[in-house]
């Protein structure tokens, strides 16, 4: 059966910076296995599927895969998602509710960007100081690099590490033997003046690889430093130097929450056979 398809760049306004992703639409009929097969044959980091929602105050539902398997929420996925919905059934929401694994996610444009609000933490609080050190060895950093830690668990999992410096945080490698099945958020605050306010890097390490722009932990650190007064109510997050993108997240807090948004820009629309 053939599927209307769209890949897409988000999280940067230039086609290929930024993080792709692909969108197969009207997927109802597809099964879990042939979604989990697509998703591993395209080799993004994520692939996702527009299914009719089962709740009524959604406008649509949306199944999101890696190569590994289902997530019940990312962030790139979303606006990328939501940007695919809007375009395919014409539609100019002044605030669209999207049906994921977590449940609700609310997106909205905030200064002319599609942005999603950042759900609640699963899990957050300190890291046990054992799996921290162990942590800190296989990025190659030590305490004395670290501002502070936290879980940032807000569907994948993250585990959050704030360093003193952005050249420390471009310059690390891990050891992703060492750090199987964690996924690690890194960020650093630029000095003033910057362009940027935050740098941020993330190693999905079950995959031993560099994710190049992400949402999911974009909001997680969002609600762990603004509450702090280390970063102001908002700010711009560069993030992908390091995998020759140039992606950039815009961080705004009003009073109904945290919005994490980007641009979103079409490369690959047409068809595919599943």
Not at 58 to 66: D, E, L
Not at 73 to 99: M, R
Not at 228 to 257: F, H, M, N, S, W
Not at 261 to 273: A, K, L
Request: aromatic share 10%; glycine share 10%.
């Amino acid at each position: 059966m053939k599927y209307i398809f769209e890949q897409v760049n988000v999280f940067s306004s230039t086609k290929l910076d930024g993080n792709p992703l692909a969108v197969v639409i009207g997927a109802d009929n597809l099964t879990e296995e042939q979604m989990t097969k697509f998703a591993k044959w395209t080799n993004l980091s994520e692939t996702v599927f527009l299914l009719k929602p089962t709740i009524p105050d959604a406008n649509y539902r949306v199944r999101i895969f890696t190569t590994e398997g289902e997530l019940p929420f990312a962030g790139h996925p979303t606006l990328g998602s939501c940007f695919v919905w809007q375009q395919t059934y014409g539609q100019s929401l002044e605030k669209t509710i999207q049906e994921c694994g977590v449940g609700l996610v609310t997106i909205k444009k905030v200064n002319n960007r599609l942005a999603f609000k950042a759900p609640p933490l699963i899990r957050s609080g300190k890291i046990e100081e054992s799996e921290k050190l162990n942590v800190f060895k296989a990025l190659g950093v030590t305490s004395d690099d670290v501002v502070d830690s936290s879980w940032l668990d807000n569907g994948p999992g993250w585990l959050g590490i704030e360093l003193k410096s952005v050249d420390k945080l471009l310059g690390i490698k891990p050891n992703y033997s060492q750090l199987n099945g964690y996924n690690i958020g890194l960020c650093a605050i630029y000095p003033e003046g910057y362009e940027k306010q935050l740098e941020v890097r993330v190693f999905c390490c079950s995959i031993a690889d560099e994710d190049p722009v992400t949402g999911s932990f974009n909001a997680g650190a969002a609600q762990w430093l603004i509450p702090q007064g280390k970063l102001p109510r908002q700010y711009i997050a560069g993030q992908g130097q390091c995998t020759l993108r140039d992606g950039l997240v815009y961080v705004t807090a009003d009073e109904e929450g945290i919005w994490i948004g980007g641009d979103v820009v079409n490369c690959i629309s047409g068809t595919v056979e599943l």
